[in-house]
């Protein structure tokens, strides 16, 4: 299937998804609901359909939609691709009608950024649905406007009783299962559109990068499934325009697209944005890619990450040339909630057996780690969400030898990566940090563990939950192995029982946080495709630990 342009009649993406009828509004979006929703069929439907007018007069266009990501209280970030050189200028307002609209100024997006860019908005409201359109202006001609690209958010909560209320996932167009016409898309994100989340987290694997994309598979059961293609999925993305190709092959979906004019996003970064169980300083002994230096992907990898993903630590003053960039971060989501985006990948050492007795770089470095702890004490929120892109108890091997996350199988003192853990662990029960609360994707299924000292081998820390979701869009695996290091239980798993089951046989899965404004009570739930509620959790406010 030939590359399409987003949103036109000739865009497979475009067809709806079968037998998913139109939900009811949800209550704090009634009000906006209706018309909202035409503005975005028209945005979304038909911005590949322009007038030819357009087209011939050189207005830009915004083909590939909007997306706003690391929303706050008072602040967020707003994102565009055009089709040429052109302005950038973002309009927000209280109302659809955009009275007493609020102008940002946005940056001039060009080739050097593959035409993406972002615009910061500063000074909103607090808990409030906030309208905005962007407009692509020619850099030559200011009057010479594309059609504007709208799109809603809410901002965070200034009072604790309104409550929060957020998804999770990650894994997306992953082990060969892209965009598939026959199905709908991508269907989980129009699922998740319609829950109406204050924010989505997305875990890791936001792209695979070194997944190629054929134009079909034919399922152990004959069926066949079918892919929308492109260039840039053909082969393993070693150029910065490979790495740039397989984020706007995400975006040919029109659920994306839709999905993400509506909801905010914090992402973070796993191994497959760059490729497979990659570490700093690796060298590379597969015959698919020219460039074996991991460093020098990695680098693309980032660079690309950093143009399509709305991160508000990549978009820092000072930021030229990675200098003062980072995934890392804290989002602070009102009095409620804060998100400790992690990144477990860019500090790690290289990944091994994974028993050595003294480890201070680990999977997130000593650096990382004492920024951690400084901003885990620091936090006055009642809930500390751990935003994690690998899980601690499961057991994640990296070929024969080596192990790629942070359990090695033994279930005896903390050896290699576990030493770094069992010292954040400590350092939370000790300075007595309430309300940690780890959520993670990367391994195809979805669990809940619980975590324990009286089962552990290490017995210094305070108990608390890791939750798992996932493939948002990828195939499904069989559930890892758990490690005793951390005395875990096993509480929930759903899991297919062979490796890499498509979309078609096995459901997708994410996850939902549901905190009470009143009493603080936080209520995890584990979710798959066609909306059945698999696992349930309430937790309590005020826990060392949780």
Not at 98 to 103: C, D, K, Q, V, Y
Not at 126 to 140: F, K, S, W
Not at 248 to 273: C, G, K, M, T
Request: aromatic share 8%; proline share 8%; charged share 25%.
């Amino acid at each position: 299937m030939s590359h399409p342009v987003p949103g036109s009649s000739s865009d497979p993406a475009s067809v709806p998804a079968p037998g998913l009828a139109p939900a009811p509004a949800p209550a704090r979006r009634s009000v906006l609901r209706g018309s909202l929703a035409a503005s975005a069929a028209l945005t979304l439907g038909g911005v590949g359909l322009a007038a030819p007018a357009f087209a011939l007069r050189g207005r830009p266009r915004a083909a590939w939609g909007v997306q706003t990501g690391d929303v706050t209280a008072s602040s967020g970030l707003v994102w565009v691709r055009s089709d040429r050189p052109a302005r950038m200028v973002v309009e927000t307002s209280a109302t659809e009608s955009f009275r007493r609209a609020r102008r940002h100024h946005g940056p001039l997006l060009g080739a050097g950024t593959d035409f993406t860019g972002t615009t910061a908005l500063r000074g909103l409201p607090a808990g409030e649905q906030i309208h905005y359109r962007v407009t692509l202006a020619d850099p030559d001609d200011p009057r010479r406007t594309g059609e504007p690209v709208t799109g809603t958010f809410r901002t965070a909560p200034g009072r604790r009783r309104d409550g929060v209320r957020f998804l999770w996932s990650g894994d997306i167009a992953g082990q060969g299962w892209g965009i598939n016409p026959d199905v709908g898309g991508f269907r989980a994100y129009d699922e998740m559109r319609r829950l109406d989340p204050d924010f989505f987290l997305c875990s890791g694997d936001a792209i695979y990068a070194d997944g190629v994309i054929e134009p079909s598979v034919t399922l152990p059961d004959g069926r066949i499934w079918r892919n929308v293609t492109t260039p840039e999925k053909s082969k393993v993305a070693e150029t910065l325009d490979e790495y740039r190709g397989n984020f706007r092959y995400n975006l040919l979906d029109h659920n994306v697209r839709a999905f993400n004019a509506r909801v905010p996003s914090i992402v973070q970064w796993d191994d497959h944005e760059v490729r497979n169980n990659w570490y700093p300083g690796q060298i590379l002994d597969d015959p698919r890619y020219t460039e074996k230096d991991v460093d020098v992907l990695a680098a693309r990898a980032a660079r690309a990450f950093g143009e399509y993903t709305p991160v508000s630590s990549l978009h820092v003053p000072g930021g030229r040339g990675g200098r003062g960039r980072w995934v890392h971060r804290v989002v602070r989501y009102g009095p409620l909630l804060d998100v400790f985006v992690l990144d477990m990948r860019s500090y790690r050492n290289p990944n091994s057996p994974n028993r050595q007795a003294d480890d201070t770089t680990g999977i997130l470095g000593a650096e990382q780690l004492a920024w951690l702890k400084r901003e885990l004490a620091a936090s006055t929120a009642v809930w500390k969400v751990l935003a994690a892109d690998m899980p601690i108890g499961l057991v994640v091997p990296d070929g024969a030898a080596n192990f790629e996350a942070i359990a090695q199988g033994d279930p005896g003192a903390p050896l290699g990566r576990e030493l770094q853990i069992a010292e954040l662990l400590r350092f939370v029960k000790h300075r007595r940090i309430t309300g940690t609360l780890w959520l993670t994707a990367d391994v195809h299924y979805t669990s809940a563990q619980h975590y324990a000292p009286e089962r552990a081998a290490f017995k210094d820390f305070a108990p608390f939950w890791e939750f798992v979701s996932g493939p948002l869009a990828a195939g499904g695996f069989p559930a890892n192995a758990l490690d005793g290091t951390f005395g875990h239980e096993r509480v929930f798993v759903r899991a297919p029982e062979r490796a890499n089951l498509s979309p078609m046989e096995s459901p997708q899965y994410f996850g939902e946080v549901d905190i009470d404004g009143h009493s603080g009570d936080l209520t995890v739930r584990l979710r798959a495709e066609g909306g059945q509620v698999l696992f349930s959790k309430v937790l309590r406010p005020g826990r060392v630990g949780q």
